[in-house]
């Protein structure tokens, strides 16, 4: 079992930036793909950025593109995202997940370990 555990979530103004974190325990994410997913109230989870387990590979929502960036560090078992230039609709809460097997990766239910969230308020 992988425990997934996010935080620097806060609250800020827009333009600020923010970087979230996501630390595993329980077995080394070295081989996974992971993911940022969010959820705003009233509306279903989305996603919002994967890499590949090397970290070659990223891919983001096109809400996002230009303006977040996924990384890992997979020495120390943890999985970033920062996020610059913060705008109202990225207030939701932010979740980390990890994918054990090559699936599609903004597809929700392709990922098996999920995280608790972190919550971003972004206010104008």
């Known amino acids: 079992q992988v425990q997934l555990v996010e935080s620097g979530g806060g609250l800020v103004q827009a333009g600020a930036s923010l970087r979230l974190s996501c630390a595993a325990s329980?077995?080394?994410?070295?081989?996974?793909?992971m993911g940022w997913f969010r959820q705003a109230p009233g509306k279903e989870r989305e996603f919002v950025a994967a890499i590949s387990w090397t970290g070659a590979g990223t891919y983001y929502a096109d809400s996002v593109k230009g303006r977040f960036t996924i990384s890992r560090d997979n020495a120390k078992n943890t999985v970033y995202l920062q996020m610059n230039n913060l705008k109202r609709e990225d207030t939701a809460v932010y979740y980390c997940?990890?994918?054990?097997?090559?699936?599609?990766?903004?597809?929700?239910?392709?990922?098996?370990?999920w995280g608790q969230g972190t919550q971003v308020t972004v206010s104008s």
């Open positions: 997940a990890a994918q054990t097997s090559s699936r599609s990766y903004s597809y929700t239910p392709n990922y098996d370990y």
């Open positions: 329980g077995r080394t994410i070295s081989s996974y793909r």
